[in-house]
């Protein structure tokens, strides 16, 4: 009989004593504890099992659990003894960051400041300890909402030390998803209060903390050493290009597909591994996200529910604001093409705005993108950084996109729609018409905040091509040629059924007062690009007639589109 399928439990008890469906990652515990590594930060995606393997961590490991082996019967861990004996034998500290995601510094702090506040009191027990002295007393009760710094940076590394005094030995600490409040800083913009306040935290609780047994820490992303880890020399860093505990965090493709079988699913392994499969740590392939699949074995439906779990904001922002080569880049991701680039698993936050490189980084940490092939470095000149070839990770995460690409528009769907329809039937009034109110419900939505898109234009036609390609991609095969050109980016509508509908050729061009004294200038220079450029020659090589190729040039000038149709169509 299947076991029930139980959705959002993050709480190792709860999962077993509920006797949930679990894939047994209890062999991570005899891993980590033998590899003997002092901290060890491990990152993950989201919902790729990070919070159940803390719980299960801390269920095992803590003092608080002594006894309760019976959570432990049945999994691979409890068939050795010697696990058998370690289990509920230490202090444990036990906390998660998945909820600072306040959008100002103050929040922010005043929320971790809780967190630490609630931490002591749940031990407030050591108060009544012999083994704590009257100014460890005195320290512990100055642990508020209200602490200043010094206190706040010094809770978790007291805690410890009063632990260890109690107890007699030394404390294991757990820290979950560790680096959401940095990326919540980053997109807030008090980045540098924020890093300031966690490395003294970080320092005080996992280097100089001589009552520290181990520690780990997870999180999405490795944040950059220079931020905050340039104290932590003792820090073991697990990312996904890693082969250490590769298949921990995930599902195996044998676990789904077992999963499948168990749940009278067998006939759906073909369908379910091209919508979910595609996640690659290390040299280990064929990783599922567990969300995903517990989702489908529950709702036996397919859609984007990892994709979906949480805000995608920042790699949103990141991809609209971006200039023109990293949407073509996406562009060609969208289209089932790969890219190439460079990678740096240490997420520097403050290069993230145009650093191409940082951008990648960041999406493949997140999950968004899958490693095909990278160089090595004694493949490559020395001093050189190798290169990876990188693909959207599979089909949900394609469907994520288009949905995210499609709410850049929202502002303007009604008349988004109606520019679509028009230009289908060859309005160019109404064309006209419903462009220029997208630019203006939507123009200052692609900037960055600086004003830098009045002068760049491109920044918003580029998404606005984006769009086009998300909603016509069933009716059009569509292309954009990118040879140098001073604002130039013009586009290619190939009918996937020429007997029904034309081609399209549209020609963007930014307004240059040194060449052009208005706008019908402008578009018309746009006319006279496609023409020179023959782009018509390359659909009619395909078989199109003349007849069935129609051609628009579109002028920009700030927030003002002028849109004019070849003569003679």
């Keep these: ?22 894939v047994d990652k209890t062999d991570f515990i005899r891993e980590w504890w033998e590899s003997k590594d002092d901290v060890t930060l491990i990152t993950r995606p989201r919902r790729f099992g990070k919070t159940l393997n803390m719980s299960m961590m801390e269920k095992f490991f803590s003092l608080d659990y002594a006894g309760r082996g019976e959570l432990f019967e049945g999994l691979s861990i409890w068939e050795n003894e010697k696990y058998r004996i370690l289990q509920g034998t230490y202090p444990v500290l036990s906390l998660s960051f998945a909820n600072i995601k306040e959008n100002n510094y103050q929040d922010a702090r005043k929320k971790i400041c809780q967190l630490l506040a609630e931490l002591y009191t749940d031990h407030e027990f050591l108060l009544d300890s012999e083994a704590l002295g009257e100014g460890d007393k005195e320290f512990f009760r100055r642990i508020t909402v209200e602490m200043d710094d010094v206190d706040a940076a010094m809770a978790i590394h007291y805690m410890s030390k009063f632990l260890y005094l109690h107890y007699g030995k030394k404390v294991i600490i757990l820290l979950d998803e560790y680096d959401t409040p940095m990326q919540e800083a980053y997109v807030g913009g008090f980045w540098s209060e924020m890093v300031s306040f966690i490395r003294n935290m970080f320092n005080a609780a996992f280097k100089t903390n001589p009552w520290l047994e181990r520690g780990i820490m997870t999180g999405i992303t490795r944040v950059s050493k220079e931020s905050i880890f340039s104290d932590l020399n003792n820090l073991e860093v697990v990312t996904t290009t890693s082969d250490k505990y590769a298949t921990v965090f995930g599902f195996t493709e044998e676990e789904v597909f077992h999963a499948l079988d168990e749940c009278n699913m067998s006939a759906e392994k073909e369908q379910v591994k091209l919508w979910y499969d595609g996640f690659i740590f290390g040299s280990h392939k064929d990783i599922y996200n567990p969300w995903s699949i517990l989702n489908v074995l529950d709702k036996k439906k397919y859609q984007t529910y990892w994709a979906n779990t949480s805000s995608n904001g920042l790699v949103g922002k990141l991809i609209r604001e971006g200039r023109r080569s990293i949407k073509e880049k996406f562009e060609d991701l969208l289209n089932g093409k790969n890219l190439v680039s460079s990678i ?37 000149p020395e001093g050189a950084e190798p290169k990876y070839e990188l693909a959207l990770t599979n089909l949900e995460v394609k469907m994520m996109f288009q949905n995210m690409v499609r709410d850049w528009f929202s502002p303007a ?67 954009s040629n990118r040879e140098s050109g001073f604002g130039r980016y013009d586009v290619m509508l190939e009918p996937r059924n020429p007997r029904e509908d034309n081609a399209i050729i549209l020609e963007f061009k930014a307004f240059n007062k040194r060449r052009e004294n208005c706008l019908e200038d402008t ?47």
Aim: proline share 1%; glycine share 8%.
């Design 344 to 380: 740096d698993e240490q997420i520097v936050y403050n290069q993230l705005n145009g650093n191409e490189k940082a951008i990648w980084s960041l999406l493949l940490a997140s999950g968004y993108l899958k490693v095909l092939s990278y160089e090595s470095y004694r493949d490559i």
């Design 523 to 569: 578009v018309q220079a746009a006319l006279e690009q496609i023409g020179k450029k023959q782009y018509a020659a390359q659909l009619i090589a395909r078989g199109i007639d003349q007849e069935r190729i129609r051609e628009y040039g579109f002028a920009f000038k700030g927030k003002t589109v002028l849109i004019e149709k070849a003569a003679g169509e």
């Design 413 to 479: 769907a009604e008349d988004y729609n109606d520019f679509v329809k028009a230009m289908l039937v060859d309005d160019v009034d109404a064309m006209n018409e419903y462009m220029n109110q997208v630019v203006l419900s939507t123009f200052s939505y692609f900037d960055t905040g600086n004003g830098r898109i009045e002068n760049e234009p491109e920044i918003f036609y580029h998404g606005f091509v984006l769009g086009l390609m998300v909603d016509l991609q069933n009716r059009f095969i569509i292309t």
């Design 1 to 22: 009989m299947a076991r029930t399928v139980g959705i959002g439990i993050q709480d190792f008890e709860k999962m077993i004593t509920n006797e949930c469906f679990y």
